[in-house]
């Protein structure tokens, strides 16, 4: 595997929450796996798992969205540096709201989401219209470092509600009728989720 080591510990040293390698390793496998040639990110930070997907999966083409203009621009530097800026388009925009006009790559095999956990429910009803049928959808973050397991040991009112958030959103999505979604304890929790037959 191609890596990106001085990205990475700069990136884990400014305690930037970019993927655990296992959980990236995991997902370059499965979209070497389904051959995908094209992935939505939801969440870019500083360009991380965008250009290890793209260096590691051949021909991969990649729109990802960032809201943080600073993270842009690092993400955005970075991906010049390394000359990906052809096979990956970068978004300053809130998810949310962002004008799906603008995607480059649209319909994807794969869309990826890994920005703001509370969310994750709205991001995926948003851009599962831009997934391809048989398509995945990958969620990163499921554990939240193993909190989620214990929910009424959590001090911290805020980190509560979002944790009780991501337990919302994981039983909403695996008893949906419309989709099958399995779960990996690999990094921090992965989950995917293909459309039912
Ligand atoms: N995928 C990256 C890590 C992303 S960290 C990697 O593994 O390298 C999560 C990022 O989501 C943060 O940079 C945060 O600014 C961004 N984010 C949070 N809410 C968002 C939103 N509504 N729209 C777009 N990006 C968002
Ligand atoms: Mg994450």
């Not at 979209?31 to 969440?43: D, F, K, M, R, Y």
């Not at 096979?87 to 990826?112: E, V, W």
């Not at 920005?115 to 995945?136: S, T």
């Not at 973050?141 to 958030?165: A, C, E, P, S, W």
């Amino acid at each position: 595997m191609v890596e990106l080591t001085n990205i990475e510990i700069d990136a884990l040293k400014r305690n930037i929450p970019i993927m655990q390698k296992e959980g990236l390793t995991f997902m370059i496998d499965k979209l070497n796996e389904i051959q995908a040639s094209t992935c939505l990110e939801i969440g870019s930070a500083i360009g991380y798992s965008a250009m290890m997907m793209c260096l590691n999966v051949n021909d991969l083409k990649i729109d990802t969205i960032e809201i943080n203009e600073d993270k842009y621009n690092e993400a955005l530097n970075n991906i010049q540096q390394y000359q990906l800026n052809e096979r990956i388009s970068i978004h300053l925009a809130d998810a949310l709201t962002f004008d799906t006009n603008q995607l480059s790559y649209q319909p994807y095999d794969c869309l990826f989401i890994d920005a703001a956990k509370a969310q994750y429910q709205k991001f995926f009803e948003k851009y599962i219209n831009y997934v391809k049928k048989d398509g995945i959808v990958i969620v990163d973050n499921l554990d939240f470092h193993g909190m989620i397991y214990d929910i009424d040991h959590i001090k911290n009112r805020n980190t509560k509600q979002l944790v009780k958030k991501i337990k919302r959103f994981k039983d909403w999505i695996f008893n949906h009728e419309d989709y099958d979604a399995t779960y990996y304890h690999i990094g921090d929790g992965i989950c995917i989720i293909t459309r039912k037959e």
